[in-house]
């Protein structure tokens, strides 16, 4: 199956942390809705497989879209694609927008999951991130959707906060579970290039990331999580009873998926394309027919490390099978560098798998980079 990512670049404020592509004036956001549409006619047939079972709408913050704007970009979409009936249509959401007027809509226009970015319930912290909402409005939304009949929702949650505390991050986690939502998407702070918090922690202003804090942090989500039957099947993201998000599992599973919108990236399996990050000349190459993207055709190694790169993060491994189909003889260097990473503890093979394990999963990217073939 394949899948849509719809890149909306507005924002009402630039949170502190944020390196994603964004602007907080909001006066293209029409022509972007037309360009978008455009883009999708111009590019229908890059998707060999035209069933969708995922359409993902990031930003940015999409919740920013009217109903008008967001149909009209969901019928583009059905004009050349075929939704199927049980496809995730996922929405990112800022508290702060999700009225039980705009989650009416959102319902009508057939959107049936929300990804709800409350990264904290705790004000200060909120006012500290530079989010535009706060924690009743975080609490209010979540029980107005479900009241609406949303029930597939997540949330995200930011943890090492510089300034906060351990105690925090629990008290985060518990009122997660408490609130029994089936899916979590929990991050680390980082500080990004070109960011505020870049500038904070630079000039003095913030203190910056404590490693010690962060893996505390980390292992406590993994602790309570499963303590409460909820199953990482991601670095990152944790599930209860199967509710894997599909769009972000089609991803680390190597599935194709077709970007739009300003910066959002492509891939077919052999290639990889991204849009330019910037709004208004988007716009104008859409209309005047000149190249919006870059482009960048995989190598043999390239689509080894690929996958290697997305399996591992995930609870589903890398298959030893298609290791050896992709290239016999890469497959002999990874099982060379894997023994050594298993060796020490940071993987495992299990059932013609291979898989992080223990630390692995706190020290992915350095494992990861480790089994990398050089091309």
């Not at 940015?60 to 939704?83: C, M, V, W, Y």
């Not at 589903?316 to 189909?325: F, I, M, Q, R, Y």
Request: hydrophobic share 35%; charged share 25%; glycine share 6%.
């Amino acid at each position: 199956m394949s899948g849509i990512y719809v890149h909306i670049p507005f924002c009402r404020k630039a949170c502190h942390y944020c390196n994603f592509h964004f602007s907080t004036q909001t006066g293209l956001q029409e022509d972007m809705v037309w360009a978008i549409c455009r883009e999708i006619e111009m590019r229908a047939d890059y998707l060999e497989d035209k069933h969708l079972d995922s359409i993902y709408f990031g930003g940015g913050t999409p919740s920013l879209l009217s109903e008008e704007q967001l149909n009209t970009i969901l019928d583009k979409i059905r004009a050349h694609f075929f939704i199927n009936e049980a496809a995730e249509i996922t929405l990112e959401a800022n508290p702060d927008d999700l009225s039980e007027y705009y989650l009416k809509t959102l319902t009508g226009s057939g959107v049936n999951r929300l990804s709800i970015g409350v990264q904290s319930f705790f004000d200060d912290e909120l006012i500290w991130m530079n989010r535009s909402h706060n924690v009743q409005q975080a609490e209010e939304c979540i029980a107005n959707a479900r009241a609406q009949g949303i029930q597939d929702i997540s949330i995200d949650l930011i943890f090492a906060l510089p300034g906060s505390t351990t105690k925090r991050w629990q008290a985060n986690l518990e009122k997660f579970i408490k609130m029994q939502l089936d899916h979590l998407s929990c991050y680390g702070l980082t500080v990004e290039p070109r960011t505020a918090l870049e500038y904070m922690v630079r000039s003095g202003k913030t203190g910056n990331i404590d490693e010690r804090k962060y893996e505390e942090q980390f292992r406590l989500a993994e602790e309570l999580l499963g303590e409460a039957s909820y199953e990482r099947y991601e670095i990152s993201n944790y599930a209860k009873d199967g509710r894997y998000a599909k769009h972000n599992s089609s991803y680390w599973k190597g599935e194709e998926y077709l970007g739009l919108g300003p910066s959002a990236h492509s891939f077919n399996g052999i290639s990889r394309r991204w849009n330019i990050s910037h709004n208004s000349k988007y716009i104008n190459c859409i209309k005047t027919g000149d190249t919006f993207y870059e482009e960048e055709y995989l190598s043999e190694a390239d689509r080894f490390n690929e996958y290697i790169m997305t399996g591992l993060r995930t609870k589903w491994g890398c298959s030893e099978n298609k290791l050896k189909t992709m290239n016999a003889d890469y497959f002999e260097l990874f099982r060379a560098d894997a023994s050594k990473q298993m060796h020490i503890g940071l993987m495992e093979k299990r059932s013609g798998n291979y898989y992080l394990k223990g630390e692995g999963w706190l020290m992915a990217d350095a494992v990861m980079a480790s089994l990398f073939i050089e091309s």
